[in-house]
């Protein structure tokens, strides 16, 4: 079993539409949980980070974490064709080592 | 704020040559920096983690010898792959977080090609 697992996709959404991006974890001692954009042959982008149960949400954006089922959720809202790309799910077990396990990424397509 | 740049952001080199990437937080203080690798449509995998004026620590199966980092300053971190061959050639990527920070945050990224 992989430590961070998600969907490889590709998901595809219509424009408009909600987009739900899911991971999964193995270590009950994770701490902290981010997600991360990749655009084509870029570097990957900080979205948002969670470390409570619950929700945060950041404009479009909304981070679900349960601890108690080892999962960690991605919505994005109104998805627009500029959020197509690869979304990495990335754990932290020690959050001041800082050190991140990452999932290999869910593709997510946009369509007009 | 929290900016990390990377130079190169993409080179050629020879085969046997060796080729020194910077990482650089142009912003804030990082405390500690990772490098990764990526191949085409793989994911992130980390390479080593580097604390400012410490020796790196390397992940499992990454020659320290063939990848030495180099960590000089809160703002200055260095990649040197030695004797590059052809299976060296990937995507190369920095990240800086600061001391009790959750989050860190990348470099651009920097493309090898090794011929």
């Given at each position: 079993q992989k430590e961070v697992e998600q969907n490889?996709?590709?998901l595809s959404v219509p424009e408009g539409a909600i987009a739900s991006l899911n991971c999964t974890y193995s270590d009950r001692g994770s701490q902290s949980f981010f997600w991360y954009r990749q655009y084509s042959g870029k570097s990957p982008e900080l979205?948002?980070?969670i470390y409570s149960n619950g929700d945060k949400e950041d404009g479009r954006f909304t981070a679900q974490l349960n601890k108690a089922s080892q999962y960690v959720s991605?919505?994005?809202r109104d998805s627009q064709p500029s959020d197509s790309a690869t979304y990495l799910c990335a754990v932290n077990t020690n959050t001041n080592a800082g050190k991140s396990t990452f999932g290999d990424g869910t593709t997510l397509t946009v369509k007009p | 704020g929290a900016v990390v740049s990377q130079h190169p952001s993409w080179v050629i080199c020879k085969s046997g040559t060796s080729v020194k990437i910077e990482c650089r937080s142009l912003d804030f203080q990082a405390t500690t920096m990772f490098w990764y690798r990526q191949f085409p449509k793989q994911s992130l995998m980390l390479m080593a983690t580097s604390n400012e004026g410490s020796k790196a620590t390397y992940e499992q199966g990454v020659e320290k010898d063939k990848f030495l980092i180099n960590h000089a300053s809160l703002t200055l971190s260095t990649l040197t792959v030695t004797s590059a061959h052809p299976?060296?050639?990937s995507f190369y990527i920095c990240s800086a977080k600061v001391a009790g920070a959750y989050e860190q945050y990348f470099g651009p990224g920097?493309?090898?090609t090794v011929t």
């Open positions: 490889s996709g590709p979205i948002m980070f991605l919505l994005i | 299976e060296d050639s920097t493309r090898l």
